[in-house]
């Protein structure tokens, strides 16, 4: 029942749109799960803000309450203070630490944005994805633990020189904001990951 809720809330808009093509009024019906609906009825004419990964990602924030109340209950009982001992060592012994799930797209962008930034990168996949039966035990105490330090339970949570600067497209600031301020080379360099 979880995965049939954690699919209704992905679906996010609906939209009818008619469309006038040679004088024949046509009806197109579009399911859109997170992206502008200038994407999908006018793709030549979409900004570059509409980055779908970048979109989709930023619909993470609605879905934030759900997730902060969900990881704890997957992890169910662990040793709470081992599991910090861990991550804290992690974070402190590398540049920058990506908490990444195997198949999610947000986590492959993520990392590719990285390496292509030339950064040495320890990257930790705590599972193939956060749904029940993908996440290993070890990896949903993971993530039940960085949602308690801070704050964030999706994935890739990332490390630049031990501070967390969230994920893809959400957190503080987040890897596409650092990268499109132009921020990400100095933050980079300052963590010693170049």
């Avoid at 859109?32 to 004419?45: D, E, R, S």
């Avoid at 999706?154 to 904001?177: D, E």
């Avoid at 921020?183 to 990951?193: H, I, S, T, V």
């Amino acid at each position: 029942m979880i995965m049939r809720k954690g699919l209704l809330w992905q679906a996010c808009l609906i939209h009818t749109a008619h469309v006038n093509a040679l004088t024949t009024n046509l009806t197109r019906r579009v399911v859109i799960f997170g992206l502008p609906v200038a994407t999908v009825l006018a793709p030549g004419q979409a900004t570059a803000a509409a980055d779908p990964l970048e979109t989709a990602g930023s619909l993470v924030s609605v879905l934030k309450p759900f997730y902060r109340l969900e990881a704890p209950l997957q992890a169910g009982k662990y040793d709470k203070a081992a599991v910090r001992a861990t991550i804290n060592g992690e974070i402190s012994g590398a540049a920058v630490v990506v908490y990444s799930y195997t198949l999610s797209p947000f986590c492959t962008e993520a990392k590719n944005i990285l390496r292509d930034a030339g950064a040495t990168v320890k990257v930790i996949e705590l599972g193939d994805e956060w749904v029940p039966g993908l996440l290993p035990a070890g990896g949903a105490a993971v993530r039940a633990e960085l949602g308690a330090m801070t704050g964030q339970t999706s994935m890739p949570h990332i490390f630049i020189g031990g501070a967390s600067i969230g994920g893809l497209a959400t957190g503080t600031p987040g890897l596409k904001s650092l990268l499109n301020s132009g921020d990400l080379d100095r933050k980079l360099r300052e963590a010693g990951a170049l």
